[in-house]
């Protein structure tokens, strides 16, 4: 995945001696320079190691591919409220994919803080509680559902969950354990802080309901022999569809929602 024009995050195995790819179930996320072609930085989690990791963005597009309304000039991209999302499987014993959202911009402004340290070895190790909380949020298993590979573009992410998920703001009890083939919502979360820092509030739309979460959120998640404790404050508006949704293959890109419009019998 694409962080910049000269950096790449990648997954690859936690074992030194090992090949890319050996173990899927003992993974580590680094970033790659292309230009020094060679492994920079070892991104720290709070997790000791994560299976069978996707990461979720959109890619960098060409001429060709400028979306109408940003050609007509009624929307600008601000790369620096780039998101991207991490979807893997913790080993907590609970069998169900875990969704990370992160800020693109945190991760990178936390590998240039490693680089200015002066360390000398690579890769350099970028801690996870010097940038992690504040530039991601966690979501826990069987709570939401990536409907394709392109669900992210820009600051936003669409994803399927449950109709009520985000009925009370920032309630971090409300998700309970469901099963994630009954999700069949679809929300769009928006990881643009700036309506939030001008005072953005909940609010019952016609077509959709929106919710504003800007209090940090604490999950316990079994790491192996360990239970440990991630806290994540990303702040993000979701926006939740109000009507009965028969679509698949739902894609986010720019403005616009593009999907198959399912017969209903």
Known sequence: ???????????VDN?????????????????????????????NLPLSTISSPILYTYPRQSISQIPLAQTAGTFAPDPSLDIFT?????????????????STLGLLKACDAATL????????????????????????????????????????????TRSDAFDVSDDTTNWGVHDPATYNTPVILDFNPRPILRGATDCDHRWCRNTVVRDPWAWKIKDGDHEVTISSALPFRAFVNKEEWHHSDLQLHSTALISFKLKVV
Not at 1 to 11: F, G, H, T, V
Request: glycine content about 4%; charged content about 20%.
């Open 15 to 43: 074992k030194e001696d090992s090949s890319l790819w050996n173990d899927p179930t003992n993974l580590k996320l680094v970033v790659y320079s292309i230009t020094e072609r060679s492994i920079t930085h070892r991104i």
């Open 86 to 102: 991490l979807e893997f499987w913790p080993n907590d014993g609970l069998n169900a994919p875990c969704i990370v959202v992160f």
């Open 1 to 11: 995945m694409c962080l910049s024009e000269n950096q790449l995050l990648l997954a």
């Open 117 to 160: 340290q002066g360390e000398d070895n690579y890769p350099m190790v970028v801690d996870w509680d010097t940038w992690g909380p504040r530039a991601s949020r966690w979501f826990p298993p069987h709570t939401l559902r990536p409907p394709s590979e392109r669900a992210v573009h820009g600051a936003r992410m669409v994803i399927y």
